[in-house]
């Protein structure tokens, strides 16, 4: 027997464009029934100083270097707990939409067809951006109390999406094993992420750059220039901020206070996105919806007061482990796939329901 067949878990597995990244999700033995992660593991993918980011198939590589000890890490993980695995989820598409893909996440997918194939178990597919959602609620304690039933949040809500490939809102619908978004809001040009590493770039900071770039701004005792958000309908352009942090790096040689100025312009932008886009469905909802932040952007805390301060509805944000790339996610979304198939099972042999939707092995 490979695994100690004591405790059911689920397997996350995630390779972003930057870190590859295993988890473990298990479900309480109380009454709860609550899902928790006990593995989060990561490995960062080597980006060589100077550089602004990698290219897509040394992302692929580098994955495939990861992949193997992070999963021979993850066995003993079970084996240390007595877990044993009962699905594996994967990210295999940055978003949910059809023409949404990476070849990054083909390290994964690969992966993760070999576990469930050799286990034979199901394997769920996700997007990369509904790991992120699931593990910012999971992490920002949004997630019911009793989990005995498996439901996700009651009600819609927005979720911001914030990194270097993504800056996106959408309107988040809790469905069985999972949930269903609708973009309401997006950035046109470049990412938040994507100015955030460029700037701290120019300023000499290891890249990923934004805790770098945080701490540099902390340190800002300068009154900051002007800053003018571009953003109508939700949708913002961010592009601008990238050539005016760097003339404003030439003129001053101050990078504590470009750190801060370019921080606080990424902030606002995503607070009036936010302003906008509740004020776009106020016609159909009258009471603001509760707004939940991810993505790698939303670990900087320098930025969260700018979202916060004088809002009318809701904000939650993720820790810092389950805001930065994570399979924490994929993990906690396979066990409600799986627990949803179950129920539905259940249903269809009592004459009733609909079997859930995943590659069978």
């Known amino acids: 027997m490979p695994y100690p067949d004591t405790h059911t878990c689920w397997v996350g597995i995630d390779t972003s464009n930057y870190t590859t990244?295993?988890?473990?999700?298990?479900?309480?033995?109380?009454?709860?029934g609550r899902l928790r992660v006990v593995s989060n593991r990561k490995a960062p993918l080597p980006v060589a100083p100077g550089a602004r980011g990698l290219r897509q198939s040394d992302a692929l590589f580098a994955h495939t270097r990861n992949l193997p000890e992070l999963m021979r890490?993850?066995?003993?993980?079970?084996?240390?707990?007595?877990?044993?695995?009962?699905?594996?989820?994967?990210?295999?598409r940055p978003r949910d939409a059809a023409?949404?893909?990476?070849p990054c996440f083909l390290a994964g997918v690969a992966a993760a067809e070999a576990f469930a194939a050799g286990a034979g178990m199901p394997l769920y597919r996700f997007s990369h951006q509904s790991g992120h959602i699931?593990?910012?609620?999971?992490?920002?304690?949004?997630?019911?109390?009793?989990?005995?039933a498996g439901?996700?949040?009651?009600?819609?809500?927005?979720?911001?999406?914030?990194?270097?490939?993504?800056?996106?809102?959408?309107?988040?619908?809790?469905?069985?094993?999972?949930?269903?978004?609708?973009i309401v809001?997006?950035?046109?040009?470049?990412?938040a992420g994507q100015v955030?590493?460029?700037?701290?770039v120019l300023l000499g900071l290891p890249f990923p750059c934004g805790p770098a770039l945080e701490a540099l701004a902390r340190t800002c005792t300068a009154s900051l220039p002007p800053i003018r958000p571009s953003v109508r309908g939700g949708v913002c352009n961010l592009s601008g901020f990238e050539n005016q942090a760097a003339k404003l790096w030439a003129e001053t040689s101050d990078a504590p206070l470009v750190a801060a100025w370019v921080l606080t312009a990424v902030g606002k932008t995503l607070r009036l996105m936010t302003d906008?886009?509740?004020?776009?469905?106020?016609?159909?909802?009258?009471?603001?919806?509760?707004?939940?932040?991810?993505?790698?952007?939303?670990?900087?805390?320098?930025?969260?007061?700018?979202?916060t301060a004088g809002a009318a509805w809701e904000c939650r944000f993720s820790e810092p482990a389950f805001s930065a790339d994570n399979a924490a996610g994929i993990a906690l979304l396979c066990a409600e796939a799986a627990l949803a198939a179950e129920r539905d099972n259940a249903g269809r042999s009592s004459g009733s329901g609909k079997g859930a939707r995943h590659d069978g092995t």
């Open 99 to 102: 023409d949404s893909y990476m």
């Open 276 to 307: 906008q886009i509740q004020e776009s469905l106020r016609s159909c909802r009258p009471a603001p919806l509760p707004v939940l932040y991810a993505g790698g952007v939303m670990s900087n805390r320098f930025i969260r007061p700018l979202l």
């Open 151 to 182: 439901e996700l949040p009651d009600g819609d809500f927005l979720a911001f999406h914030v990194s270097g490939g993504t800056t996106e809102a959408v309107l988040a619908h809790p469905v069985p094993g999972g949930f269903s978004v609708e």
């Open 196 to 200: 955030i590493d460029r700037v701290g």
């Open 73 to 92: 890490l993850l066995r003993a993980d079970m084996e240390a707990g007595g877990w044993c695995p009962a699905a594996v989820g994967v990210s295999a």
């Open 21 to 32: 990244s295993v988890s473990l999700a298990v479900r309480e033995p109380d009454a709860s």
């Open 185 to 191: 809001g997006y950035g046109a040009d470049l990412h």
């Open 134 to 148: 699931m593990a910012a609620l999971y992490s920002s304690g949004s997630l019911p109390c009793d989990r005995s």
